[in-house]
Nanobody, 121 residues
């Protein structure tokens, strides 16, 4: 299986900002970010549909912004006001419009290998 390449990640102090990006290698109906914190299940973060509609999970609303550049087929997650609880492995994913609309991150069909984000207090 070909993984989606992800860029960004690293360490930052609480209150800081970080940007993640992912190359989708072509048009997608739905692009999303999911994350998995140590010892926890994977959870959705945000997604964006081909028409630009975005969906955010409550934990990141107002702090994270997802965008998609169709000219470069690149999805970006701009994260601000980061908190220690945002520490996780972040995964890029793509899927169907329905997967985005229903926020069913487990239904995504292509995934990245993940990039680690660590937020220190």
């Amino acid at each position: 299986q070909v993984h989606l390449p992800e860029y960004g990640g690293g360490s930052v102090q609480a209150g800081g900002a970080m940007r993640l990006s992912c190359s989708t290698s072509g048009f997608v109906y739905c692009a999303a970010w999911s994350r998995q914190a140590p010892g926890k299940e994977r959870e959705g973060v945000a997604n964006i549909e081909a028409d630009g509609t975005t969906n955010y999970e409550d934990s990141v609303k107002g702090r994270f912004r997802i965008s998609y550049d169709m000219s470069s087929n690149t999805m970006t997650l701009q994260m601000t006001n980061l908190k220690p609880e945002d520490t996780a492995m972040y995964y890029c994913a793509t899927g169907s419009t329905n997967a985005c609309e229903t926020r069913n991150y487990n239904a995504m069909d292509r995934w990245g290998k993940g990039t680690l984000v660590t937020v220190s207090s």
